[in-house]
């Protein structure tokens, strides 16, 4: 029998994500309404470590700032956004949210986010880890 691999949740969201952007693909080629409610089910992501913090940037063509939501936790970072989408015969708006697992604990306090030519970048501030400390015990 050959070798067969479990998918994990990751596999899993991406081939839905890809199905999804295939029917939405088909439905604007039509001027339908998307059929998986969100005409890019998953923008675009890239993620690098730079001195001391990480920089995500998410591709997003046709949005405008005001549609984009940006919120973080010391593991996680979720965008989300509204667009407006005009088809034949009406129109319709379509939202999308997307978290991301981080590769390192991060400070929520400390985040910059930007948005220019229709991308997003996020810049989040890694949590400083203090090496860990030998405590010496005094007998009275």
Not at 28 to 53: A, F, H, K
Not at 67 to 87: P, Y
Not at 95 to 122: Q, S, W
Request: charged share 30%; net charge neutral; hydrophobic share 35%.
């Amino acid at each position: 029998m050959p070798n067969l691999n479990s998918w994990g949740s990751r596999e899993i969201e991406k081939l839905k994500n890809d199905m999804d952007r295939l029917f939405d693909s088909l439905c604007l080629d039509y001027g339908i309404p998307s059929v998986c409610g969100i005409i890019d089910c998953t923008p675009r992501t890239e993620m690098r470590e730079q001195e001391g913090s990480l920089v995500v940037r998410t591709v997003m063509p046709g949005f405008q700032a005001e549609d984009l939501g940006v919120t973080v936790t010391e593991t996680t970072m979720t965008i989300s956004g509204d667009k407006k989408v005009t088809f034949q015969g009406g129109r319709k708006t379509d939202h999308f949210k997307k978290t991301i697992p981080l590769p390192c604990k991060v400070d929520p306090e400390n985040v910059r986010a930007t948005f220019k030519d229709g991308v997003l970048e996020i810049v989040l501030l890694k949590c400083i880890i203090k090496p860990q400390r030998k405590i010496f015990i005094t007998a009275e």
